[in-house]
């Protein structure tokens, strides 16, 4: 017999499976309608609607402050960098220049965020593979992130400490302090991650080469973030579109050109020093200023449309605020990052193993409910 | 002098006689005897549930169960309490004799596998002349029970886990064999009692066999590991993959089967590997060897507890091999590496250069 033969002989079956809405390795309502041959994947559909909350459309219904309390919700893990989008698109609107302290707060902050989320993905990405003991070490480290927020702002999840205009009150007076203490303690323990992780044989061979992304795939379909990093598409909001004080901060943009898996995930531990580093330089020095400028309590944006983007730890947040001059946006659109790197995964799960999918979306660090608004 | 627990067995043993007609006293030993070693199923059982969790939680800075009991000692009694009352529960257009039956094929091979364990020379309920080759048979039927019960599932997380099982255990069976064909090469019988008596004088076979017997036995552990579907090679049960595999719709005391005999099953290994590798009852260089009222099985149970310690370590630290990496592993490394460590092993025992 011919190969071909035994082909059309031994003809498999395609089945339909649905992954999700309740799924573990999904992190959130998320459902993936697979159709598998076997353990090989053919189509991979994802299906989304199950955590909406219509944020866009009650932005039309609330006040620029207001606004800035619903995108918490949208991507939970850096709520402080969409607290800041807003906060900047509102500020170019009104023209409000933001003091220097506010500024270096500001991305401080921001930065903290980042790390935070890097430090869950790094853990869930592990648990994702098997790996159960990264989970309880990037919570470790992630506890004193949420420490020094919660002294701060007097939250742990959704923070609200940006506001139009600067902060909503000033740093806590041990923030300088327990931030340093917590980079000195994090720079010890990165190289953990790495020594229980990065070398492990197993975790190379379910990395390496799963879920190809080449550099044109990035742009087309408009990923961003440690995503379109991976490769190779230079795509730092941070640096090619500078806001707050990241002009003023020296940093190496985390590029990767293999565009797999392991790609990903060393951009992110790359951005975790990255991130530190950033801190470090600004840390020492935060230049005294107001907190807040002062606006009117019912801020009216004029006449006009209204555009700022950000990186948030899953990549490019663009907020856009269409305004007639009333206390209300006409319109407001987020271009979340979550949903352009999730359109990705079709094209490049087709015929990879199940283990594979799971592998390729722990190293997309999926937030559903910033996919789903 | 005998050891204690010997003297209570002889004193029953000689009152059950006094008792009844010879016919009757035998088939009440029997029973009696499979009481027993339910009872050691039960503690060992729930006993490694609770080491596991704990020797889980010393690796991800935690504390682990401490609530019920000192130093959560019941917790697992507990848990066992909650899932005997339980609903046994089966879900609509599943095939309710096969899915029913599953978990007791599971739990009846892992039990039978124990009857032939080697705790200590006296404490043997079987020793039978192909001791190994009956324990190995046996704990291979489990798979079966794994298979029907993720077919009979009507659930396709279970089917794919099933599946994973069935080509999983297939082919490590072929590693654990040859490995222990390696080492039984090297003592000449397959009667557990003998295969640790050989080591009385030569000491350890790990260390009579030195380098095969030594990759003998890494090959050993994991393909050990892999046979009782533990990580890294937990396809089977792969949570962030198929929620939970083959079990996936099983519910209280079947489900606690599953989960149970996955335990036993990794206590079997341990013990083949004590018996082959690190001789079994016998006491590291002979330092209790005069001491009689000694109980040797405590020997016997540390070096399993350690081999055990062994395979959570693994589970605990390292991520999960993909389903066509594993069959890698089997068919293009430990197979052939088997094969050839087989030929050394016969060489090295031919030009006598066993220690």
Known sequence: MTDQEVNTKMKTEEYFVNMGPQHPAAHGVLRLLLTIDGEIIKNVEPDL???????????????????????????????????????????????IEVSDRVKVIRTIIGELTRLASHQLWWGVMGMDLGALTTYFYAFRDRELINDIFEETCGARLTMNYFVPGGLMYDIHPNFVQRTKEFITHFRTKLPEYDRLLTGNVIFEKRM??????????????????????????????????????????????????????????????????????????????????????????????????????????????????????????????????GFSNLSVLNHISKG????????????????????DR | MMNIPLNIVRTVHDWIFSIMPEGLATFTEWILIAALYL?????????????????????????????????????????????????????????????????????????????????SKQFQAFDINIGVFFLFAVSSIGVIGVLLGGWAS???????????????????????????????????????????????????LILQGHIPAIIAFMIFMIAGTAETNRAPFDLVE?????????????SGMQFAYFFLAEFINMFIIASIAVVLFFGGWLSPFGITEGITWFPESLWFLVKVLLIIFLMMWFRWTFPRLRVDQLLTLEWKYLLPINLVNLVIMAIVIWLNWTI
């Open chain 1, 49 to 95: 609607g199950y955590i909406h909350r219509s944020i866009e459309k009650m932005c039309e219904r609330d006040s620029y402050q207001q606004i800035v309390h619903l995108t918490d919700r949208m991507d939970y893990l850096s709520s402080h960098i969409n607290n800041e989008a807003v906060c900047l698109t509102v500020e170019k609107g009104l023209e």
């Open chain 1, 208 to 337: 390496k080469g799963v879920g190809l992304l080449t550099k044109e795939d990035a742009i087309s379909f408009g990923a961003t973030g440690p995503v379109a990093r991976g490769s190779g598409f230079a795509s730092d909001i941070r640096k090619k579109d500078p806001y707050s004080a990241f002009d003023r901060v020296d940093f190496k943009e985390a590029l990767f050109t293999e565009g797999d898996s392991y790609a990903r995930y060393k951009v992110r531990i790359m951005e975790m020093w990255e991130s530190m580093s950033i801190i470090e330089q600004l840390i020492d020095n935060i230049p005294e200023g107001n907190i807040k400028e002062p606006t009117k309590a019912v801020i009216k944006l004029p006449k006009g449309e209204f555009y700022q983007r950000v990186e948030t730890a899953r990549g490019e947040l663009g907020v856009y605020i269409n305004s007639t001059g009333t206390k209300n946006p006409y319109r407001v659109k987020f271009r979340s990052p």
């Open chain 1, 352 to 371: 990879v193993k199940i283990a594979d999918l799971v592998a390729t979306m722990a190293s997309f660090d999926f937030v559903i409910p910033d996919i």
């Open chain 2, 39 to 119: 009872a050691l199923f039960a503690v060992v059982g729930l006993y490694l549930v609770l080491l596991e969790r704990k020797v889980a939680a010393w690796f991800q800075l935690r504390l682990g169960p401490n609530r019920v009991g000192p130093w959560g000692i019941f917790q697992t009694i507990a848990d066992a309490l909650k899932l005997v009352s339980k609903e046994i529960y089966d879900p609509v257009r599943v095939d309710k004799f096969l899915f029913k039956f599953a978990p007791y094929l599971v739990i009846v091979a892992s039990l039978i596998a124990m009857s032939v364990f080697p705790f």
């Open chain 2, 154 to 204: 009507n659930n396709k997380f279970a089917l794919i886990g099933a599946m994973r099982s069935g080509l999983q255990t297939i082919s490590y069976e072929l590693s654990v064999g040859l490995s222990i064909l390696t080492m039984v090469l090297l003592t000449g019988t397959l009667q557990l009692s003998e295969i640790i008596e050989v080591q009385r004088t030569g000491g350890w």
């Open chain 2, 238 to 250: 792969a949570e962030s993959e198929l929620g939970a595999g083959f079990h996936t719709e099983y």
